[in-house]
């Protein structure tokens, strides 16, 4: 089979494998500019996001597809369910807002962070801070899709099942004669 597709492609031409390198480029670069543009109209630079952990259950389930958006005047409040990122951590965080204090003549506000399936609050995940600042929050949740972020996790748990998932769809398109 393999080798009916080379001889295919062989006789097909290098302009073919050509054009069709590029479709690939183009949908790639397409999902690319969509996924900037969502993040600048969203002001997060990471409008969608999933849940990787059951430290927000019942509310929020470990799989669950978060949309976000980050207001960019309005306060954070008691109740909103927020992603933050600490330095040094590589993963955000989805998380209650428990506690926020506002800095009298600044913009600045201090917020406190708790799992809503957690006995105590963030601050040890903070990594030596007792609040966070603002400008740590990534966003707010705005909606959610239950488990459609399962296919993410299993990705990130097995990583082959990510390199062969993307070997397929590349060879796919790359293959196909249309």
């Known amino acids: ?11 097909l ?24 543009g969502l ?6 630079e990471s409008p969608v996001v999933v849940v990787l952990s059951e430290s927000m259950e019942p509310a929020i389930q ?3 597809l978060l949309f976000l958006t ?7 409040k008691h109740g909103d369910i927020t992603v933050y990122k600490v330095p040094g951590s590589p993963i955000p965080i989805v998380h209650r807002v428990i506690e926020t204090h ?7 506000q201090w917020i406190l ?21 603002r400008s740590h929050i990534v966003g707010k949740v705005q909606a959610y899709v239950p488990y459609v ?3 993410t996790i299993l990705m990130n748990d097995y990583p082959k099942l990510k390199y062969a998932l993307l070997a397929v769809l590349g060879g796919g398109i790359l293959l196909q004669r249309e």
Not at 1 to 11: Q, S, V
Not at 70 to 76: G, K, Q, S
């Open 1 to 11: 089979m393999f080798k009916e597709e080379l001889a295919t492609m062989k006789r």
């Open 13 to 36: 031409g290098v302009r073919h494998v050509l054009t069709q390198a590029l479709n690939f480029a183009m949908v790639l670069s397409t999902a690319l500019m969509m996924w900037k």
């Open 39 to 44: 993040s600048i109209v969203c002001n997060t």
């Open 62 to 64: 470990r799989g669950d």
């Open 70 to 76: 980050m207001p960019r005047t309005a306060p954070l």
């Open 102 to 108: 506002d800095e009298k003549n600044s913009t600045e």
């Open 113 to 133: 962070t708790k799992g809503d399936n957690n006995r105590v609050d963030d601050v040890g995940l903070y990594n030596g801070m007792k609040y966070l600042r």
């Open 149 to 151: 972020g399962y296919g």
